[in-house]
């Protein structure tokens, strides 16, 4: 059956307007978790959830074939490897965004940072939002998201092929 | 170097994102998986050597540069380092077992990111020194094991899975309700902190937190499996691939032995009981030693009794393993009974240090013997699909090195010299002599005799007599009589040269008995 | 992200559709459980999705706290792509296709 004739066309000019929407609001929570709600879990959740409206008003074809540029599934091959190798990705980042201040202890030579130590930087005079913290906390956020994304959407890929 | 106190933690943790990239190259993620399993073990001897050379035998770690009691704090003292070490040889055995004992396809999926995850809940529970982060550890580990445990995925499995999931579930609600109560009792989540505090508020004061640590042994006693908390643990350990089997008995099990040793010998054992039944000014451990004392003969006889009956050599060695935990229970229960009262110190060579040398020993040797025979029971069953004893015969005739480690397993486990496990048998019951206690001693020489019933049974079914038609045609891999060769070894080893393994264990003792020395070194930084 | 609360006839106001939207959800709670067709079931679960996001999005004007407008953003995102896949499994019998 065809995703042509399986959905109306009210479903998928709603679904067309309303992803990158949801996308949008994915990325705002994902840059303000570290000291407001949010953050990588919420944000993967929700782009999962634009991801999940695509699988389900145009077809599992549809989002692999046009919009991931993958082919068949195979066994951790196809789209079920893309999202394998996103998570993968997600984990080494959120991993080793604990060791980076250990590394940064060695290479700056004054004192001693342990596993796991917080910072954040300032960038003043931006454009429209006139300050911006960039914590790092930020990186193990983004390592949270991927790996919400990469194992949600692998989730779905294998339930929605059985 | 302090850093070295997260090493083991971050090798165990970057093996297993390592793996998760190769999974697409079978030999390589297979390479990979082991050698993190060695540099383990390497990290895990450059620790013991730091805390060793270390002035007062503490190494305090403060994650996220936090200061103690706030933030969290990784301790490595004796007690952690030795568990640690058994964590280290165990865990690096089974790899090497896995790598032909597990199907290739469930090592490429997900064996062996979840194999080092598990890895690193456990080094974590030894290593903190935050009761809440202990939680944290717990779940890791629990999370992974649920998977390995349903590995498999055959009805039987699935519902052994089922059953173990729930169970755990349940106890982690349990355990994160009584941490909470502590917390709003306490007023901290540090174990020095915490420490510090009972030792100096009244008994009126304290008294809830007599309920909630007796709430929070319950769920310790589920995770070690002692009675009348072993049910889930013959299924769990009969469903489970054998070189998981071999960790959760092994290792994941000693979790909950460190856990009951580290809270309630250094935290706990400093709070006064409320005036009752103990006597005036006694402990919490005066409270806990008859509760241990009744729970460590449960599972010596239940186990025992258990493994006598049972018809496969996986059953018998999961209820062995149950009746064995009693054996370590045992000493700590007369410890516990002998701690003098509240205020005063414990001294070095009394019943209390020797008690707990003595579940220490016993530990190491069981964690050792029992890996081994599981290994044992894993090499038959990936060769003949079966260890039902009535498919089974005449093993060490066709295979005299993989029964000869088995033979030695099970006399480590019986406790005959000179093999660690005799050493063990023998403080327990030089700890009950001294205590002067005849329930102990006599209980004690019923699990030695049912433990030497079983062992000679599966002995005799299993591995004598001519060649059965399976085992005739079998040909067992090379890797599994390997690693079960290297293990009796090392019993051996460790039974010849004891000396080393007591002293290790005497420190070990005297590190959780010694509160006061805990909590200078943990609090001393922030004061 | 945290404002002045709403006061006056505004704040009454406001108050005043938080009970509103209280009292449907208790009355779309009844038609869950009557049913006593899936559709039913379906349109009340609806009913009270969108009338939680309406609770979060005045009880942020009553509190004067930002953080329950995000609580209501994404609840409305979760409500939306669940409406849509119940709707389809009750047409198609089927989600993804």
């Excluded at chain 1, 407001?36 to 959740?45: D, K, T, Y």
């Excluded at chain 2, 383990?40 to 450059?46: D, E, G, N, R, S």
């Excluded at chain 2, 008859?290 to 018998?316: C, K, N």
């Excluded at chain 3, 849509?84 to 047409?91: E, F, G, K, L, W």
Aim: hydrophobic share 55%; proline share 4%.
């Amino acid at each position: 059956m065809s995703s042509e004739t399986d959905t109306t066309v009210i479903a998928r000019t709603v679904v067309r307007v309303v992803v990158p929407i949801i996308l949008l609001t994915a990325v705002a929570l994902l840059l303000q978790g570290h000291n407001l709600p949010g953050g990588g879990f919420i944000a993967g959740v929700l782009t999962v959830t634009a991801f999940a409206l695509v699988y389900i008003v145009f077809g599992r074809e549809f989002l692999q074939r046009s919009l991931l540029h993958v082919e068949e599934d195979g066994f951790l091959g196809g789209a079920i490897g893309e999202y394998g190798r996103t998570f993968t990705f997600g984990l080494a980042l959120a991993a080793s965004a604990g060791v980076g201040s250990i590394v940064l202890g060695e290479l700056l030579d004054d004192g001693q940072f342990e596993f796991l130590t917080q910072g954040v930087v300032f960038v003043y005079h931006v454009p429209v939002y006139h300050e911006i913290e960039i914590p790092t906390a930020l990186f193990f956020d983004l390592g949270v998201y991927f790996v919400v994304v990469g194992a949600l959407l692998t989730i779905l890929a294998v339930v929605g092929r059985e | 170097m302090t850093d070295l106190v997260v090493a083991p933690l971050l090798v165990a943790l970057f093996t297993a994102v390592a793996t998760l990239p190769l999974r697409s190259a079978r030999r390589v993620q297979q390479a990979v998986s082991v050698a993190g399993g060695v540099v383990y073990l390497v990290a895990v001897a450059a620790l013991v050597r730091a805390v060793k050379a270390d002035g007062d035998g503490y190494l305090v770690y403060e994650l996220s540069n936090w200061d103690a009691p706030f933030g969290i704090t990784l301790v490595a003292d004796d007690l952690s380092v030795l568990m640690l070490g058994l964590t280290a040889v165990v865990s690096l055995a089974a790899l090497v077992f896995s790598v032909r004992g597990i199907p290739a396809v469930g090592q490429r999926l997900s064996y062996h990111p979840l194999y080092h995850l598990m890895v690193v809940g456990v080094t974590g529970s030894f290593l903190t020194g935050d009761i809440f982060n202990l939680f944290v550890w717990f779940e890791v580990m629990l999370m992974s094991s649920y998977v390995l445990v349903v590995f498999y995925s055959g009805p039987d499995e699935t519902r052994a899975a089922l059953h173990y999931a729930f169970l755990n579930l349940l106890g982690s609600a349990v355990m994160l309700l009584s941490i909470g109560g502590l917390y709003a009792t306490t007023g901290t989540l540090n174990m020095a902190d915490m420490a510090e505090y009972l030792a100096a508020a009244p008994a009126s004061q304290t008294t809830p937190v007599l309920g909630l640590s007796a709430m929070l042994f319950a769920v310790f006693a589920l995770k070690a499996g002692i009675v009348p908390f072993q049910f889930w643990v013959p299924d769990a350990y009969r469903a489970a691939p054998a070189p998981v089997a071999a960790m959760l008995a092994g290792v994941v099990k000693k979790v909950g032995i460190y856990a009951i040793v580290r809270l309630y010998f250094t935290v706990f054992a400093v709070a006064t009981l409320p005036p009752g039944p103990f006597g005036d000014n006694a402990t919490f451990l005066a409270f806990f030693g008859p509760v241990f004392l009744l729970m460590a003969i449960g599972s010596i006889v239940v186990g025992g009794l258990g493994a006598v009956g049972r018809e496969d050599l996986d059953g018998l060695l999961a209820y062995s393993s149950i009746g064995q935990v009693g054996f370590i229970v045992l000493p700590l229960a007369v410890a516990a009974s002998a701690v003098p009262a509240a205020g005063t110190a414990i001294p070095g060579d009394g019943i209390v240090t020797l008690g707990i040398t003595a579940a220490l020993v016993y530990s190491v040797n069981h964690g050792l013997a029992k890996s081994l025979l599981f290994f044992v029971s894993g090499a038959l069953s990936r060769t003949l699909g079966t260890v039902r004893f009535d498919a089974l015969g005449g093993v060490s005739e066709r295979n005299p090195a993989l029964a000869g480690s088995f033979f030695i397993g099970a006399l480590a486990l019986i406790g005959i010299p000179p093999l660690s496990g005799f050493f063990g048998k023998f403080l327990v019951f030089d700890v009950g002599a001294r205590a002067g206690s005849w329930v102990v001693l006599g209980v004690a020489l019923l699990g030695a005799i049912l433990t030497i019933a079983y062992f000679t049974l599966a002995w005799a079914r299993g591995f004598w007599g001519p060649p059965s038609d399976a085992v005739a045609g079998a040909h067992v891999d090379r890797s599994f009589v390997l690693v079960a060769a290297v293990l009796a070894v090392a019993i051996v080893v460790l039974g010849v040269g004891f000396g080393p393994l007591y002293d290790l264990s005497y420190e070990a003792a005297r590190s959780a008995t010694e509160t006061q020395g805990y909590v200078d070194a943990v609090l001393g930084g922030s004061q | 992200m945290v404002s002045e609360p709403v006061s006056g006839t505004l704040g009454l106001l406001v108050v005043g559709g938080l009970v509103v939207a209280s009292l449907v959800t208790l009355a779309a709670g009844y038609r869950v459980v009557r049913g006593p067709t899936t559709p039913d079931r379906v349109v009340a679960l609806d009913v009270i999705g969108t009338n939680v996001v309406a609770i979060a999005l005045l009880f942020a004007l009553v509190t004067g706290q930002g953080l329950f407008v995000d609580v209501s953003l994404v609840l409305a995102i979760i409500g939306f792509i669940s409406t849509v896949a119940v709707a389809r499994y009750v047409t198609e019998g089927d989600i993804i296709e």
